[in-house]
């Protein structure tokens, strides 16, 4: 006799098997295939993330080589049209925060650069009323949220810091000494007669950086006296506070005291849209730091390589 129902079988045990239906089978043999399907599609998901995270790190890593690499050419091109020549290439990075993000959102949330100095100091003729000044002191710039508009860059906020040599600065107030002469011819100030003469002979021939003190130290006509200068920052502007000296009996004249500390302020105050947030003496000379928000990057640009313009004119 022929058996149409579902055939049973011993186990092991000599008793007979549960019988087993061709639907349960094919229930649980749909139910693996539907995991199986399942765990395939999340594997391809995170393959295509991680592809996808592969691409976009290769792009911002071109992005940034390339937005650096044209930073420095830039940065490069400017100095040579100046006349001048950067011993070695500035330093250029633009933080953590994805670039290619920002620029798609047409703002740079960060970017840094140092400029290292391509400053020259000489004399004509070895004249010390007749400096040449070429170049700028070194610049570590730091900028946030920079507008991507080339027309008008903008940066929300920015930082400028960079230290004066002495050197300069000893150049910066001859050449205010010899516009002053030149303009003044022989007015004799306001100290009458003695004064006047007496403001004729003395001339800065020296500075020095007193970090103990934290002044800067004017040599008088070849260590003749020394006047001692306190950078002080009020406002947002360089002052200095300059001690009272005499010189063979006589205090030093008002006007050359003015015209000193008018030379070494106009050479650092005039930066626009940036204000000054400190000022301080290191023995590499006089160290400040600048600041500003929501400024035009070309005006910063202009200002900041008038470091220098001012001593290129011969007196």
């Known amino acids: 006799m022929v058996h149409t129902g ?7 045990t000599g008793q007979p098997a549960a019988p087993q239906s061709w639907g349960a089978q094919s229930r649980q043999d749909g139910t693996t295939a ?31 080589a390339y937005a650096k690499n044209t930073v420095v050419d830039e940065i490069r091109s400017s100095a040579q049209n100046n006349g001048t020549e950067l011993a070695e290439d500035p330093s250029v990075s633009f933080g953590t925060s994805p670039l290619l993000l920002g620029l798609v959102q047409g703002k740079i949330p960060s970017f840094d650069a140092t400029i290292p100095s391509s400053l020259d100091v000489s004399y004509e003729d070895s004249d010390q009323s007749r400096p040449v000044v070429s170049g700028q002191p070194e610049m570590a710039i730091n900028a946030k949220d920079m507008s991507t508009d080339t027309g008008d860059p903008t940066a929300g906020e920015i930082t400028v810091d960079t230290t004066l040599p002495p050197e300069f600065l000893l150049a910066e107030i001859q050449k205010s000494q010899a516009q002053g002469t030149d303009g003044n011819g022989e007015d004799g100030g306001d100290g009458g007669d003695g004064a006047g003469l007496l403001e004729g002979l003395i ?3 020296g500075v020095q950086m007193n970090t103990a ?21 009020e406002e ?3 002052n200095f506070r ?18 000193l500390t008018d030379s070494l302020q106009e050479t650092v105050n005039d930066v626009e849209g940036l204000q000054i947030q400190s000022a301080d003496i290191t023995e590499g000379g006089l160290s400040v730091q600048l600041h500003g928000t929501d400024v035009s990057l070309d ?5 900041t390589s008038t470091f220098s313009d001012g001593g290129q004119q011969n007196s």
């Open 242 to 259: 300059v001690e009272n000296l005499q010189i063979l009996g006589m205090d030093l004249p008002e006007s050359m005291v003015k015209s």
């Open 203 to 205: 001339e800065v021939t």
């Open 34 to 64: 539907g995991k199986k399907r399942s765990g395939l599609w999340w594997k391809i998901l995170v393959a295509l993330v991680v592809i996808l995270v592969l691409l976009a790190a290769v792009a911002e890593f071109g992005v940034r």
């Open 6 to 12: 579902p055939v049973s079988t011993s186990n092991n």
């Open 299 to 303: 005006d910063v640009s202009s200002s």
């Open 213 to 233: 003190d934290n002044t800067m130290d004017l040599e008088i006509t070849g260590g003749l006296a020394t006047l001692s200068m306190t950078p002080v920052v």
């Open 236 to 238: 947002g502007a360089l």
